[in-house]
């Protein structure tokens, strides 16, 4: 019985799962292989390698959840989703449940089977968001892909959203809020933009709620940090993709706050309850010359809402 009601609630995008080994959850993003046509713009630097790596070591970590933040693969195509089911087989292998949400690269060159085949790995009849609770910890995935999303599919998803959020705030035993989209509503990024429907839809709530305190994202291929309202943003798309350069200093478009040392090359991002307080940390590799000995960096850490 309890087997039906888990595989129920991943189809219905509202699982609610206890920890069994421990309670971290890990975030990663950007995981695709670069393209040719990126390639002629930004330098390679041991891409592929960086990824393998990063999964690699994950096989050596404790950890009760995988979020996986989109930009998967390249494409869509069968070919490219290969080497990215080998690495979540792994994972699963291990009874450790695996989430996502989907990322532009997903939907590339056909819409409709970019869907279907996202749906088929993770099981959700709905792409628009899906709430993940482990422990005391929500996480809230919302498809940032306005565009590929009908009238209809963006007013259902305003509300849900909204909904979610006002009930993960009434509920008792929620203690902290995740929010995790692939576009970044804020970004130093010279390739990509910070994407003003994020910013719209999304980010009033998240600063609303009390209990609130981590919005996660991808699509621009660096480690960011901002603050915005006294709430952190971080931007983590370190998992594999060409790295992009950011502006930097007088040119930033919204001051990035994040520690020089904390700045990993390829890394995935480790949220971990102690007790009554919430720790964030940078696990991964300083540079593709060197994907041996993997690192990890505090953040920052911040206390529960009782």
Same mark, same amino acid.
């Given at each position: 019985?309890?087997?039906?009601?888990?595989?129920?609630?991943?189809?219905?995008?509202?699982?609610?799962?206890?920890?069994?080994?421990?309670?971290?959850?890990?975030?990663?993003?950007?995981?695709?292989?670069?393209?040719?046509?990126?390639k002629l713009v930004l330098k390679a630097d041991h891409n592929e390698e960086g990824t393998a790596a990063l999964f690699a070591d994950l096989k050596k970590q404790e950890f009760a959840a995988l979020f996986l933040l989109g930009d998967m693969v390249s494409s869509q195509s069968d070919s490219q989703w290969t080497k990215i089911d080998r690495?979540?087989?792994?994972?699963?292998?291990?009874?450790?449940? /695996?989430?996502? =949400?989907?990322?532009?690269?997903?939907?590339?060159?056909?819409?409709? !089977?970019?869907r279907k085949k996202f749906? $088929? +790995?993770f099981g959700y009849q709905s792409t628009i968001g899906t709430v993940h609770t482990i422990d005391s910890v929500a996480v809230v995935l919302v498809n940032s892909?306005?565009?590929?999303?009908?009238?209809?599919?963006?007013?259902?998803?305003?509300?849900?959203?909204?909904?979610?959020?006002?009930?993960?705030?009434r509920a008792?035993?929620?203690?902290?809020? /995740?929010?995790? =989209?692939?576009?970044?509503?804020?970004?130093?990024?010279?390739?990509? !933009?910070?994407?003003?429907?994020?910013? $719209? +839809?999304?980010?009033?709530?998240y600063l609303k709620s009390p209990k609130a305190r981590l919005f996660l994202s991808g699509h621009s291929h660096n480690l960011e940090q901002f603050c915005q309202s006294g709430k952190d943003f971080l931007v983590i798309g370190g998992g594999g993709g060409l790295l992009q350069p950011r502006l930097k200093g007088s040119k930033e478009r919204t001051q990035d706050i994040l520690?020089?040392?904390?700045?990993?090359?390829?890394?995935?991002?480790?949220?971990?309850?102690?007790?009554?307080?919430?720790?964030?940390e940078v696990h991964g590799f300083t540079s593709g010359d060197d994907l041996s000995t993997p690192v990890t960096k505090t953040i920052f850490s911040y206390k529960l809402t009782d």
């Open positions: 019985m309890r087997t039906i009601l888990f595989f129920i609630g991943m189809c219905l995008g509202l699982t609610s799962i206890s920890a069994q080994q421990n309670n971290t959850l890990v975030f990663i993003s950007d995981i695709q292989e670069p393209m040719w046509v990126e690495y979540l087989a792994d994972v699963r292998q291990r009874k450790i449940p /695996v989430y996502a =949400t989907i990322g532009n690269h997903e939907y590339m060159f056909n819409t409709k !089977s970019g749906i $088929e +790995r892909n306005a565009g590929k999303l009908t009238d209809a599919e963006q007013g259902t998803q305003v509300k849900w959203y909204s909904q979610t959020m006002d009930s993960l705030d008792p035993g929620v203690k902290a809020v /995740v929010i995790g =989209t692939h576009h970044s509503p804020y970004t130093n990024s010279r390739i990509e !933009s910070p994407e003003k429907s994020v910013v $719209e +839809r999304f980010v009033p709530a520690k020089p040392e904390n700045r990993l090359r390829f890394f995935c991002l480790m949220l971990t309850r102690h007790a009554d307080h919430l720790k964030v």
